[in-house]
């Protein structure tokens, strides 16, 4: 094993390589596709835990129990892609890595086996990092320990290397990179965006207007709000957080007339570290102090309206509680294919008004789904993004872990 320093390479003797990152606070673990002028082709490039795939390159969160990871396939990386940059930020807001200095640890995928190690030392008011990089040089994989300093967070990262980030800070880099390859200067995009970029990388960044593209983050301004998949809404009216009591309805049709399918909503509840909680489903109709109650079992589906129902008092919710994941399982089996206008819909408890919906328009033969997640932000403000992500799973016990890893 090779212990790294800022500067030093060394060759990779393995075709696939993780990097996984620690610290002892949660980070947020990305990867970036480089061409030969230091910048993604798309934001298609942007590798992480909302967009976790891309050609060769692949986030692997850890579920709070282990560091998270980016897996690089040099034999899978396309034809123009000359590096990898391995990037790590704290997941709290404006939090900095002094004292809490990241350790990326270069392991070979298929066998866990520790190729090298690095610790970026003295660090101060960063709050980003371009911790390693995996490069082509003369036709061969190399790893290099960078440890170059950002003070504006993923954001300033994302822009000096192309990915376009809708009202991103004017910060600039607090240090020159620690002998990396050359990095072109930053320029504008001169596109829209080709792939979503997940809003909390831009911190402080204010909310999109109703108009923006599905990925954008929206209020509840101008009212009720439709939602398209991986679109995120922010429960705030007026500039203030809807602290108050709101039901999660969700409903479902047979796809064929007269067979009945019984389909079981539930909530799972997630901390900061995407630990799990505790899940609310027919079995537990309340947890967390009764902050979250089901409404019951329905065995049919049949009828129009909800057909089952969580309240969450998002005033009373303890502390703890940063994340709800709402899934709906086929106990029986039966595939979401033999599914009709399943959706699920935010509604203000104390006046019935609907607030936000979501309309599930794909179907997969699977037997669970994640219909979509209430997450906290750290102003206290609560967002809505609407998910529609398919599971091989007939009971909430097989979404926790999933679900954990959606956050």
């Not at 795939?53 to 899978?76: K, N």
């Not at 790893?143 to 600039?172: H, K, M, W």
């Not at 999109?208 to 301004?221: R, T």
């Not at 979501?358 to 219909?371: H, K, W, Y």
Request: hydrophobic letters at 40%; one cysteine or more.
């Amino acid at each position: 094993m090779t212990a790294m320093t800022p500067g030093s390479n060394i060759p990779l003797t393995v075709t696939r390589v993780a990097v996984d990152v620690a610290a002892p606070v949660r980070l947020d673990v990305s990867g970036l596709l480089l061409g030969a002028n230091g910048k993604v082709r798309s934001d298609d490039d942007f590798i992480f835990y909302n967009q976790p795939s891309g050609p060769g390159v692949t986030y692997r969160s850890g579920g709070g129990a282990a560091p998270d990871a980016i897996l690089v396939d040099t034999g899978a990386v396309p034809a123009g892609i000359e590096r990898i940059v391995v990037t790590a930020s704290p997941d709290a807001a404006g939090q900095t890595f002094q004292g809490i200095e990241p350790t990326a640890t270069l392991r070979n995928a298929d066998d866990g086996s520790v190729l090298a190690t690095f610790t970026p030392p003295q660090l101060a008011t960063e709050t980003a990092l371009v911790v390693v990089e995996i490069y082509l040089r003369n036709g061969a994989w190399k790893a290099r320990a960078v440890g170059q300093g950002y003070a504006n967070g993923l954001a300033g990262i994302a822009t000096d290397f192309g990915v376009s980030v809708d009202d991103e800070p004017a910060a600039a880099p607090a240090a020159a990179p620690v002998a990396p390859a050359p990095v072109a200067p930053p320029t504008p995009p001169s596109a829209p965006p080709v792939a979503p970029v997940d809003p909390r990388i831009a911190a402080g960044a204010p909310s999109a207007p109703p108009a923006a593209a599905p990925s954008g983050k929206i209020n509840l301004d101008k009212g009720r709000v439709s939602l398209q998949k991986n679109q995120t809404v922010s429960l705030v009216k007026g500039g203030r957080p809807l602290l108050s009591q709101v039901k999660m309805g969700l409903g479902w049709e047979p796809a064929y007339r007269g067979k009945d399918i019984d389909l079981d909503a539930s909530v799972i509840a997630y901390g900061p570290q995407r630990n799990h909680l505790d899940s609310c489903y027919f079995g537990k109709l309340s947890i967390l102090g009764g902050s979250v109650k089901h409404s019951g079992d329905n065995l049919t589906g049949e009828g129009a309206g909800d057909d089952e129902v969580i309240v969450v008092d998002l005033g009373r919710l303890p502390a703890e509680a940063t994340g709800l994941v709402f899934t709906v399982n086929s106990f029986s089996g039966q595939k979401f294919t033999e599914v009709a206008k399943a959706y699920c819909r935010l509604m203000d408890a104390a006046t019935g008004e609907e607030l936000v919906r979501f309309d599930l328009t794909t179907a997969e033969p699977q037997t669970g789904v994640m219909m979509a997640k209430l997450i906290k932000q750290f102003s206290g403000e609560w967002e809505m993004t609407a998910m529609g992500e398919f599971v091989k799973s007939r009971t909430v016990r097989g979404m926790v872990k999933p679900a954990a890893q959606s956050l």
